[in-house]
């Protein structure tokens, strides 16, 4: 999250006084990775091998999902990396995700294994955070499968609930993408644990609405108030850009901070309505008799009777492109609604094994047509 200067929705705005809310932090974590080849460079929650030294010592290391589940990213300052063969790790040697440990400039060797120890974070007493419930509503778009909630959440947890048209959703078993499980996955385009983007298994059919909220409190930071802060800045920055502007002579626009959630979340859906218009300017088959003018720019049919065609969703200013093959030995006629304007050249005649390309332009509340005929 960043402070927004002028013309941004700042959280100053979003009334955040309520969202301010103690945390008792987490309890001593400790467990061990080891690797047996050299060059790897995670530690995987989900898959910890635990050393030999630590199995005839009696330790066990911690279930997958307890560590998944304590969110050891928020608590990265608490973490500390031992080496048997390099000592303590510096802290800016590795990055600590909410389902793993990646290193930057450190590859393991043969054998090797490091121990995690992530310390009691009530040390310092009780830690006060901010905190917020989210909730988010939209629609899932007709033949859609994509929701964006505007809010990262970690691809292995289950921090949200999902309705969709009013019933309950289910995250496929370890956020799986094959659909063998559950209704939907998280798509985790970086490979860091965390998604933005929801993908449902099945298509909607229609518009469908989406409601996602979260099953409980979201920490925003875990070591300082950055609601406090931004709330402290927001006021300042507002009156500053304006003279800043002036003075540079340029755009108050171009002072804009990083963008928060709901500008995300804005950006996000415009990104999805831009991809659905891009397929529906794919090239489809006409399955039936209806021309959908919000399905597609071009139709295709192979026909061998002579058949009527019938139009929805017709929107000034497109053009659909209907492509016709005669797969019969005779002549057939390709007819519209009578309503359709046609110049004097026009004839709807598809030829024996040729095509025929109907044009068909919707302009100021009228649709008009024109023909290329019987084209090998």
């Known amino acids: 999250m960043s402070v927004q200067g002028k013309g941004n929705l700042s959280y100053k705005k979003q009334n955040v006084q309520k969202q301010n809310a103690p945390h008792t932090g987490v309890k001593n974590i400790t467990f061990a990775h080891l690797f047996s080849n050299a060059g790897e460079t995670t530690i995987p929650f989900d898959a910890l091998v635990t050393p030999p030294e ?9 279930t ?3 560590l998944l589940s304590a969110q050891l990213q928020v608590f990265k300052n608490n973490v500390t990396v031992t080496s048997s063969a390099r000592g303590l790790i510096q802290k800016s040697e590795y990055i600590v995700h909410g389902n793993r440990i990646e290193f930057k400039n450190i590859t393991s060797l043969v054998n090797e294994h490091f121990e995690v120890e992530v310390a009691d974070i009530l040390i310092t007493g009780n830690l006060i955070v901010d905190m917020q419930t989210i909730r988010v ?5 007709d033949t859609e499968t994509d929701f964006n909630m505007g809010y990262e959440f970690d691809v292995l947890n289950e921090e949200i609930i999902v309705f969709r048209d009013g019933i309950q959703m289910f995250r496929s078993d370890n956020n799986d993408s094959s659909g063998t499980t559950g209704n939907y996955y998280y798509v985790d385009t970086d490979g860091d644990g965390r998604s933005s983007l929801l993908r449902f298994f099945e298509p909607s059919v229609g518009v469908e ?5 979260t099953t409980g409190g979201v920490v925003d930071n875990a070591n300082v108030s950055t609601f406090q802060q931004i709330e402290h800045l927001a006021g300042q920055l507002d009156a500053i850009v304006p003279t800043v502007a002036a003075l540079a002579g340029v755009p108050e ?3 804009r901070a990083n963008p928060n959630n709901v500008d995300l979340k804005t950006f996000g859906q415009r990104v999805l309505a831009l991809e659905a218009m891009l397929k529906k300017g794919r090239d489809q088959q006409l399955s039936g008799l ?37 797969s019969s030995g005779a002549t057939v006629t390709v007819n519209f609604p009578v309503s359709v304007k046609k110049g004097a050249s026009f004839s709807g005649d598809v030829d ?3 095509n025929s390309i109907f044009t068909l332009v919707a302009s100021n509340g009228d649709v008009f047509v024109s023909s290329s005929n019987s084209m090998v």
């Open 64 to 66: 997958s999902q307890s």
């Open 137 to 141: 509503e939209g629609e899932l778009q």
């Open 54 to 62: 630590w199995s005839t010592s009696g330790l066990v290391n911690p």
């Open 209 to 213: 609405g989406i409601l996602v909220a």
């Open 290 to 326: 209806n021309i959908d003018w919000l399905g597609s720019d071009t139709y295709y049919k192979t026909i061998s009777t002579n058949e009527t065609y019938t139009f929805s969703n017709v929107t000034d200013g497109r053009v659909v492109i209907l492509n016709i093959y005669n």
């Open 253 to 255: 626009s171009n002072f």
């Open 352 to 354: 024996a094994s040729t």
